[in-house]
T-cell receptor, first 111, second 113 residues
Framework: LAKTTQPISMDSYEGQEVNITCSHN???????ITWYQQFPSQGPRFIIQ???TKVTNEVASLFIPADRKSSTLSLPRVSLSDTAVYYC????????????FGKGTTLSVSS | DGGITQSPKYLFRKEGQNVTLSCEQN?????MYWYRQDPGQGLRLIYY???????QKGDIAEGYSVSREKKESFPLTVTSAQKNPTAFYLC????????????FGQGTRLTVV
């Protein structure tokens, strides 16, 4: 499984765009890039997943360069409720191997 | 409502006792997982199961046991052999072919005194 590296923490203010970058230099051909969000005392929640280029949903955008060695989760106009831990995972969606979570990035949004 | 249910939410046990955490899903997912989370830490994999009657150890399986007799259920037993059982336990499931899109339960906070 490809190892991921992401910042331990980030700070932002309400209304700003937040970009969290994840490095995954050893990503394999069949690997997808997946992001989860976790609030305190809750289970993680799937946010977005992509293979290459750009993916956008109602919550976030995911940017993946051509070499796929990194990815950026973009949260537009964050609010206080976006304060959470964000995890970047890399894995083969069809292989059935378990998801491996690192420590994630703790995002703190202030007013 | 479809989802994954963990019970109880809070659990207290005396040291030396075995305790079983429940995890049930009605999403018809093939794969199920158990994770442990300690304060300020990420999730660590205990066990996972891709199909009924089969499961694999994760990174920290020592002191834990599981069973997968039904597709819907994946109970975790924390045995007295687990040295530091106090933690937040999370169960998850994912569908075949979409293993990276996991659904998590709300967790069980186990405190051993």
């Amino acid at each position: 499984l490809a190892k991921t590296t992401q910042p331990i923490s980030m700070d932002s203010y309400e209304g700003q765009e937040v970009n969290i970058t994840c490095s995954h230099n050893n990503i394999a051909t069949n690997d997808y890039i997946t992001w989860y969000q976790q609030f305190p005392s809750q289970g993680p929640r799937f946010i977005i997943q992509g293979y290459k280029t750009k993916v956008t949903n109602e919550v976030a955008s995911l940017f993946i360069p051509a070499d796929r060695k990194s990815s950026t989760l973009s949260l537009p106009r964050v609010s206080l409720s976006d304060t959470a831990v964000y995890y970047c995972l890399v894995g083969d969606a069809q292989a059935g191997t378990a998801l491996i979570f690192g420590k994630g990035t703790t995002l703190s949004v202030s007013s | 409502d479809g989802g994954i249910t963990q019970s109880p939410k809070y659990l207290f046990r005396k040291e030396g006792q075995n305790v079983t955490l429940s995890c049930e899903q009605n999403l018809n997912h093939d794969a199920m997982y158990w994770y442990r989370q300690d304060p300020g830490q990420g999730l660590r994999l205990i066990y996972y199961s891709q199909i009924v009657n089969d499961f694999q150890k994760g990174d920290i399986a020592e002191g834990y046991s599981v069973s997968r007799e039904k597709k819907e259920s994946f109970p975790l037993t924390v045995t007295s052999a687990q040295k530091n059982p106090t933690a937040f336990y999370l169960c998850a499931s994912s569908p075949r072919g979409f293993y990276t899109e996991a659904f998590f339960g709300q967790g069980t906070r186990l405190t051993v005194v």
